[in-house]
């Protein structure tokens, strides 16, 4: 617990620059412990916390959901940026009632660049995000105010000591060793994570070793870098890129009711224009895109190992 305690009170001193108050605030809960069963409802109330099951986020449950967190009437909302993503997209594509906080306050999963407007569109407030590891030797957070996209991931140094271990392909991996972890202390530990530390910011946040796609010619590409743009969107609800093989990758989407034929055509075509130089491309309608047991989005998959 006392190791817990220390964990926590780093998220609260930057969550405070925010106006968080820990017991206090009333927030929005969507993680692994607000899940519920498939069966059951998804909103259920913890004292001062809204908590909202991830698995539920489906245009089934997504008016509820909508309404009885406007009726909760938050400060903050806590979630996995995919959970927050896909809310603001039912928000936006309903053209409901928007939800203004004090705070969004994103972990456990990358958020990418291109969705930091829709959230902000929405939520009309600042965006905190963090990069952290179960393992306690890293952390760094990024704050993001409305009218800004960049994501500028401060280290705080009390935390740990963070330095790059440099591969021969030029990819700089993030190392991490702890100073308050007395449990599992790590001394540089290699995190499997990719970005550029200098001084205390983290630049060019790649994701984790197995989020790299493979080229044809045997290069790396950052998979959180093939994403889809507006006009998908509008007919596509949620997506992964799966690589089974080098080479090749297959865009998997779970489609809207208003898809059609063409439509398909004109994504995948978008798609190859994009990376077709890299990758020989496919285009796979799924009926879902399951979540992992605590309740993530996976956007990226690759099957095989590669040597580091």
């Not at 809207?256 to 990376?275: F, H, M, Y």
Request: net charge neutral; charged share 25%; proline share 5%.
């Amino acid at each position: 617990k006392n190791l817990a305690d220390v964990e926590a009170a780093f998220f609260n001193h930057e969550w405070g620059k925010l106006g968080w108050c820990p017991g206090k605030s009333r927030v929005v809960r969507i993680g692994a412990d607000a899940r519920r069963k498939a069966d059951e409802s998804p909103v259920w109330r913890d004292r001062n916390r809204l908590m909202v099951s991830p698995y539920h986020l489906s245009d089934r449950w997504l008016a509820e959901i909508h309404e009885d967190i406007a009726r909760f009437d938050p400060e903050f909302i806590h979630a996995y940026p995919s959970c927050a993503v896909e809310l603001a997209k039912f928000i936006r594509r309903t053209e409901r009632a928007k939800i203004p906080l004090r705070g969004l306050l994103l972990a456990s999963e990358p958020l990418l660049r291109t969705n930091i407007s829709l959230l902000q569109s929405v939520f009309d407030c600042t965006i905190s995000v963090n990069y952290g590891l179960t393992e306690r030797t890293n952390i760094a957070f990024a704050t993001v105010p409305p009218g800004q996209t960049d994501l500028h991931y401060r280290i705080n140094p009390v935390y740990g000591y963070q330095e790059n271990f440099q591969h021969e392909d030029g990819r700089s991996e993030i190392v991490g060793t702890s100073y308050w972890n007395t449990f599992m202390p790590l001394i540089r530990y290699r995190t499997g994570d990719f970005g550029e530390i200098a001084g205390h910011e983290i630049h060019n946040m790649d994701g984790r070793d197995q989020e790299f796609l493979i080229t044809r010619t045997g290069s790396r590409i950052p998979g959180l870098s093939i994403v889809i743009d507006e006009y998908t969107w509008a007919y596509v609800s949620q997506y992964q890129i799966f690589q089974k093989n080098p080479g090749e990758i297959e865009i998997r989407v779970v489609l809207r009711t208003n898809c059609s034929p063409e439509i398909l055509d004109k994504i995948l075509a978008s798609q190859k224009g994009r990376w077709g130089g890299f990758f020989d491309i496919t285009l796979r309608t799924v009926p879902e895109i399951p979540r992992t047991r605590s309740g993530k989005n996976r956007l990226v998959v690759r099957e095989f190992q590669t040597s580091s």
